[in-house]
């Protein structure tokens, strides 16, 4: 690998968070970069110093205005390449506890719902299909892989 100090060389860490309140899972539909008009779940990217827990906490409030969340752990790791671009994704189980989702980042996403896990809405990003999927099949760990 070539000393560079271009970090678009690097991958990036992201963080996803499979928000669940009475058997249902909390979606939105992305409106920026990549994957516009895909459904989502909360995340963005771990900023320098935060824990997991901490970095799940922040982006489920800036996404969906939701805060009296009860974070239970990692449920998925994935190496996703997809939309030009490579992260290292960390999937995180919550549990919502109360309030109702917002849209505090309307430029982000909208549309925040409660959906059944077994009536999904589609298109879902590549990168939130392979949390739920992962998290649902008990696999920690997949590849993803979309040019």
Known sequence: MSDSSNNSQYPKVGLGVIVIRDGKILLGERLSERGTGMYQIAGGHLEFGETFEEGARREVREETGLTDIIVKGVVSVGNDIAFDAHY??????????SGEPSCPEPDESRNWQWYDLDNLPSPILPYTKRAIDNWRSGKLYTDHKVI
Not at 88 to 97: F, K, M, N, P
């Open 88 to 97: 290292i994704t960390v999937g995180l189980l919550a549990e919502s506890l």
